[in-house]
Structures are given as C-alpha cells and as structure tokens.
Nanobody, 126 residues
C-alpha cells in the first residue's frame, strides 16, 4: 500500500485549499479507511478527518464545519477541502491508511494506521 499527499502551500487566513491523497495497493472490495492527520510545530499528530470505504465520515472537533473529506474511487484519491483556514491549521498534513478501520474515537489514534504517506506542508499566514 502506498499513499501520496499533495496540494499543500501558503494561504491567507480565511482562505481555502484542497489536499489530495493518491492511494494504491488496497485489494479490490476490501474494507479500509483513509484518514488525514496533521502535525503543527511543537504539537502532537492530530486526527483531522477519516473516510471509510462504506462511506462513513468523521471529523476532528477543530475542523468540523470547515473541512470536507471526499473520495473519488475512479481516481483512487481522497480529497480534503479546507476552508476558513486559520493560523492554527498550519501543519504538515499526512494521509494514512487503516485496514482494520478503528471503531469510534479510536480513529483519532495515529497508532491505528498501518500505512502513511509523506506529508504536505500547509501554512496559513498573511
């Protein structure tokens, strides 16, 4: 399994940005989840959002109402649409894959994810 995140950059407060996570290697018809995590300077890695192959979606409290996760199965890509960005959103964003699809709040635990891509930097600054 491989995951590759892209789309980061510099954006002004209040702006929007869309991240992409291209994934490969999951067996067809298999049940799994793709999540976005982020790690800001001096902070622990934080769960942002997750989407499972059954369509279930979760968001971290800090991004609810501002971020939207979606999946294009034809392109094997998961997107994270980020809006109303704040300086606190500045972080390296990672996408991760979970073959066991952790239940409930466990989706927020980075240790539950077996596969990780390289991060993409998002900087929110004027």
């Amino acid at each position: 399994v491989q995951l590759q995140a892209s789309g980061g950059g510099l954006v002004q407060p209040g702006g929007t940005l869309r991240l992409s996570c291209k994934y490969s290697g999951f067996a067809p018809g298999y049940y799994y989840a793709i999540a976005w995590f982020r790690q800001g300077p001096g902070k622990e890695r934080e769960g942002v959002s997750r989407i499972s192959t059954n369509g279930a979606i979760e968001y971290g409290d800090s991004v609810k109402g501002r971020f939207t996760i979606s999946r294009d199965t034809a392109k094997d890509t998961v997107y994270l649409q980020m809006s109303t960005l704040k300086s606190d959103d500045t972080a390296v964003y990672y996408c991760a894959g979970d073959l066991n699809v952790a239940l409930g709040p466990s989706w927020l635990r980075a240790s539950n994810y077996e596969y990780w891509g390289h991060g993409t930097q998002v900087t929110v600054s004027s």
